[in-house]
């Protein structure tokens, strides 16, 4: 196992420099296909780290560098306590939305339009969520204009969003109907966010994945959706970005649909976050889009190279819109050597890979922030530590992993502060590693550890196996497996932890050793 050993606290800017310049080209798919591309200069430019440097994070950190951290001041959790510590009422969501002045503008502004099933911190399940709204960020931030456009989850936390209004009902067609749909608008992190909710029950339950509802009909509704919503407003972005094999499907309605109707302007980027899930779609299934799903079942095209020969052959959502868009990215240099080694998808990324670029992601710096985290009981930097401590005890008494002794100053008079503190928050699925995340529970416990876990998983298998090991190990000093997901939660655990575990079979790009790092804990990868 590999370790990062950081000695000090990173410094408060963009974690991954990136850059990317997508140039002019010309391209025409096989005989079979009845358009062409039509590819314009678009840039996709990442920010450089300097000047991610947002002004009023500065002036945070400068003047919470000389902060006196005093522990009389903290109101200490408890196990017992009828509201856990992470639920309480919080100043506000989110981060200062005002754009900095001082950042450098492009010189050629576009209107971007993200297309997404998951936006932190409203509609958050994984990384990707983190890097949509931080990306966004950052081009605004750029002098860019930037949407989100999203499913309206009956799960979403609406008071978080400020502005809440419906702007437009229109319809939208699926499976042979035209379904009325309102679209909101609203504002989250600065960033202005279209949702869309259509009157059919589609997106109800109480998770962003696994609701009342079919995953694959449901975002090919959304899909289309999108593109009719910019239809009938008259929306023409430069770029309309979309992400993962649940908006793959938009491409090949762009292109050929709405690209021959209005919407003549935007070009397409599609982002590889994971190339774990391809969609998997039927012929049938497609064609409730409004699109002849038979036209697609080619190599060139959609068809799931795995099925060929199979009854039935199957399309693969994500393989359409590597195929269809303008540019394909993936969420790292590295990733992108993977994917065109290894899988399946590999020969139709080889195809393509005049388009295929690997971007190394990034953390928004202002949303994770130790100096001015709004989530944390004390603030810290590299400057003044002393905060990392306070915010360590504070979880351990919040989840019975210390006594509850009264602090004397700044000084912590139960000395469980001192045992190191192991923190693993991720999603509870194969990929991560779960074996492995078993096997240092174990060690942890061996070592005279502490060790919380957070993290929450969709496999009835794996809930079982985790709630018995929960049920094993919860009331215990020393381990503590929490089955959820909670945004507060995980800031208060980076703020806490000593070591941040990274278990994963593979990992695409790790958001959470970059947060880990940030917050002053050393990282753990497998």
């Known amino acids: 196992m590999e370790c990062a050993t950081v000695c000090k606290l990173c410094s408060p800017i963009l974690s991954s420099p990136r850059s990317a310049v997508v140039g002019k080209r010309k391209q025409q798919l096989s005989n079979h296909t009845k358009f062409k591309f039509c590819y314009s200069k678009f840039k996709i430019q990442a920010l450089h780290s300097a000047q991610t440097h947002l002004s009023s994070e500065v002036a945070?950190?400068?003047?919470?560098?000389?902060?006196?951290?005093?522990?009389?001041?903290?109101?200490?959790?408890?196990?017992?306590?009828?509201?856990?510590?992470?639920?309480?009422?919080?100043?506000?969501?989110?981060?200062?939305?005002?754009?900095?002045?001082?950042?450098k503008k492009d010189s050629d502004p576009m209107h971007i339009i993200h297309i997404t099933a998951e936006m932190a911190p409203i509609a958050k399940v994984g990384g990707l969520g983190d890097v949509v709204t931080g990306l966004a960020r950052a081009c605004l931030s750029r002098g860019h204009t930037v949407d989100i456009m999203l499913p309206f989850y009956e799960c979403i936390q609406k008071q978080q969003i400020k502005d809440l209004e419906l702007v437009t009902t229109y319809n939208s067609y699926h499976d042979g109907n035209w379904i009325q749909t309102n679209a909101y608008h609203g504002v989250v992190s600065g960033i202005s966010v279209i949702l869309i909710e259509p009157s059919n029950q589609f997106f109800k339950g109480q998770t962003v994945y696994g609701g009342s509802f079919n995953e694959l009909e449901v975002y090919l509704f959304f899909s289309r959706a999108s593109l009719e919503w910019m239809q009938v407003t008259g929306a023409q972005p430069d770029i309309i970005h979309v992400h993962e094999w649940q908006t793959g499907a938009l491409p090949l309605l762009y292109w050929d649909m709405y690209h021959n109707l209005s919407l003549k302007k935007p070009r397409l980027v599609l982002t590889i976050h994971n190339m774990e899930h391809y969609g998997e779609c039927t012929k049938e299934q497609l064609s409730k889009s409004g699109l002849d799903g038979l036209i697609y079942a080619t190599i060139e095209k959609a068809v799931d190279d795995r099925t060929i020969g199979h009854n039935p052959e199957r399309l693969s959502l994500l393989k359409g819109g590597i195929v269809y868009s303008n540019a394909v990215v993936t969420v790292s240099p590295t990733y992108l050597k993977e994917t065109l080694c290894t899988g399946w998808l590999a020969s139709t990324l080889i195809r393509n890979r005049d388009k295929y670029f690997g971007i190394l992601n990034g953390i928004d710096t202002a949303m994770w922030n130790p100096a001015t985290d709004i989530f944390l009981p004390a603030k810290f930097n590299a400057q003044n530590p002393e905060?990392?401590?306070?915010?360590?005890?504070?979880?351990?008494?919040?989840?019975?992993?210390?006594?509850?002794?009264?602090?004397?100053?700044?000084?912590?008079?139960?000395?469980?502060?001192?045992?190191?503190?192991?923190?693993?928050?991720?999603?509870?699925v194969p990929q991560k590693g779960l074996h492995?995340?078993?096997?240092?529970?174990?060690?942890?416990?061996?070592?005279?550890?502490?060790?919380?876990?957070?993290?929450?998983?969709?496999?009835?298998?794996?809930?079982?196996?985790?709630?018995?090991?929960?049920?094993?190990?919860?009331?215990?000093?020393?381990?503590?497996?929490?089955?959820?997901?909670?945004?507060?939660?995980?800031?208060?655990?980076?703020?806490?932890?000593?070591?941040?575990?990274v278990p994963s079979m593979y990992e695409p790009c790790g958001l959470a050793q970059m947060i880990g790092m940030r917050y002053g804990a050393v990282c753990t990868i497998k």
């Not at 985790?466 to 980076?494: D, T, V, W």
């Open 387 to 428: 905060g990392k401590k306070l915010c360590k005890y504070y979880v351990q008494r919040g989840l019975g992993l210390a006594s509850e002794g009264i602090p004397d100053g700044k000084h912590v008079l139960d000395m469980t502060h001192k045992v190191p503190l192991v923190v693993c928050i991720t999603r509870l």
């Open 436 to 501: 492995l995340i078993s096997h240092a529970i174990k060690r942890a416990e061996e070592l005279g550890a502490q060790m919380v876990i957070l993290g929450k998983t969709s496999d009835g298998r794996v809930e079982r196996e985790f709630e018995g090991l929960a049920k094993l190990h919860n009331q215990g000093p020393s381990i503590r497996i929490l089955l959820m997901f909670s945004e507060e939660l995980s800031h208060l655990l980076y703020a806490a932890a000593d070591i941040v575990l």
């Open 60 to 103: 945070a950190e400068k003047s919470q560098s000389s902060t006196d951290f005093a522990i009389g001041e903290l109101v200490w959790p408890s196990p017992s306590d009828e509201i856990p510590f992470w639920k309480k009422d919080f100043p506000s969501w989110g981060v200062n939305p005002e754009v900095p002045v001082d950042i």
